[in-house]
Structure formats: C-alpha cells, structure tokens
C-alpha cells in the first residue's frame, strides 16, 4: 500500500477504481446492453479502501472548492469516473460505449433492440429491458475484456507525490515572495500633509479677498 502524501487528486485510474466498474458492468442485468454511466456510479456503493490516496496533502485547499462526494472511495465522483476511469478503460479496449436503439413492442412486453457498437457493427436482441427513450448510451464490457485487464501504463505515481524538502522549499518561496512584496510597499509612504490643509501666509490671503471684490461686477439697483 502506496500511503506517500499526495499534491493533487488522483487524475488517473487505479486498479481498484477499473475492479469496481468491471465488477458492477459483468453483474449488469441485462450484461449484452450494459449500464448508464450513472446506473454504474450509482452502483459503487460505500467508501472502499484504495491503495492510493484519492486526495492531496492540503489540509484546506487554497480556494473553497466542493470536496467529492465520496472522498475516500476509489471512485470518488461522477466526473471522475465519467472523465477517467470509464475513458481509460475503453482506450484499454476493456469496455465500449454502445448506442441502443428502440424497436418494436411485443405483446409478452419485449421489445426488439439494436445495439450498434463501433467494434462490433450493429447487432439485434430481444429484451423486457424498460427503455422509455427511444436512443440511449450505454457502457458494457467488450468479449474479450479479460485479456484487456493488464493493458496500460505504469501511473505516474511521482508526478503527484511531494519530494523530500519540496513542502518545505515551497513554503520558503511563498514566505521570500512575500516579504519582498512588504519591502516594497514600505517605500511608498503617505504625504506628511495633503494639500487642502497646507499653511497659507495671511498676507497673501487678504490679498486675494481684494482682488476678487475689485473684479466683482456692479450691479445697478432695480427700483420698486
């Protein structure tokens, strides 16, 4: 068990996270049509240990930002699973997403199916599946999905692990950063005094008092 403090979320898929989705798609009711994507999230259940941390070192995020609805589960949201578990997995050939169209109703309440999958060309089924939409997309697992299990790539686990002395580094820079940021804010200092309040000699004052009455106009007196 991997327990290295992480820096981010896990932004891949692991090993427990593609068992869980194997699992729920090969106990699919009707398994040739598969699931919604959100039947399967749905489907995920209670938090189960991972081997890795879904979340990273922080203790709060620098923004307030919504946690995962299951953050301690190895699908921890929608998105995740939507965004990177079900899309790796179909790269990895393991499952595809099929397009299922509506067709005719029976008097048993069956109703014929087709399913067009772009591996596997377009196929007809009967089904009591209940289909109120007459287009849908769905995940299955393709036939041969068992010999896909060990197709992909090494995580790259050290991309999103803290190197020795990293936290601390980082920490450094914020604090260097924001003492240089202080330093420079001290060399701005207020005015001593603002300009409506500077000391005017009296002299100087009283002549502008003249100089405005002599400029004054005369008005004539108007007569009652």
Same mark, same amino acid.
């Given at each position: 068990?991997? /327990?290295? #403090?992480?820096? =981010? +979320?896990? /932004? ?9 989705? &194997? ?19 749905? &489907? $995920?259940?209670?938090? %189960?240990? $991972? ?14 930002? *919504?946690? *995962? ?5 190895? %699908? ?7 965004? =990177? ?7 990895? #050939? ?35 599946? /209940?289909? *109120?939409?007459?287009?849908? +997309?769905? +995940?299955?697992?393709? !036939? ?5 299990? /060990?197709?992909? !790539?090494? !995580? *790259?686990?050290?991309?999103?692990? +803290? ?12 604090? =260097? ?5 202080? #330093? #420079? $804010?001290?060399?701005?200092?207020? !005015?001593?005094?603002? $300009? ?29």
């Amino acid at each position: 068990m991997i /327990n290295h #403090q992480l820096k =981010t +979320w896990v /932004n891949f898929s692991t090993p427990e996270a593609r068992s869980i989705v &194997r699992k729920i798609l090969a106990s699919a009711p009707h398994r040739e049509l598969g699931l919604k994507m959100h039947e399967i999230y749905e &489907r $995920t259940g209670k938090p %189960i240990p $991972t081997g890795l941390r879904n979340h990273g070192g922080r203790s709060k995020p620098a923004k307030a930002v *919504p946690l *995962p609805p299951k953050i301690d589960h190895a %699908i921890r949201s929608v998105k995740y699973l939507k965004k =990177t578990v079900l899309e790796e997995m179909a790269m990895a #050939q393991e499952i595809e997403k099929v397009h299922i169209k509506r067709g005719k109703l029976h008097e048993d309440g069956t109703r014929d199916m087709y399913i067009v999958s772009k591996a596997y060309g377009k196929t007809e089924i009967t089904s009591d599946l /209940n289909m *109120p939409m007459s287009n849908i +997309w769905h +995940w299955r697992l393709t !036939p041969d999905y068992k010999t896909k299990i /060990n197709n992909y !790539p090494e !995580p *790259p686990i050290e991309k999103i692990l +803290w190197k020795p002395g990293e936290k601390e580094a980082r920490r450094r820079a914020r604090g =260097t950063v924001g003492s240089v940021v202080l #330093q #420079q $804010t001290k060399k701005y200092e207020k !005015p001593i005094e603002e $300009t409506g309040k500077l000391d005017v000699p009296e002299r100087i004052k009283a002549d502008n008092d003249v100089a405005k009455r002599v400029k004054a106009p005369d008005f004539p007196a108007f007569g009652l």
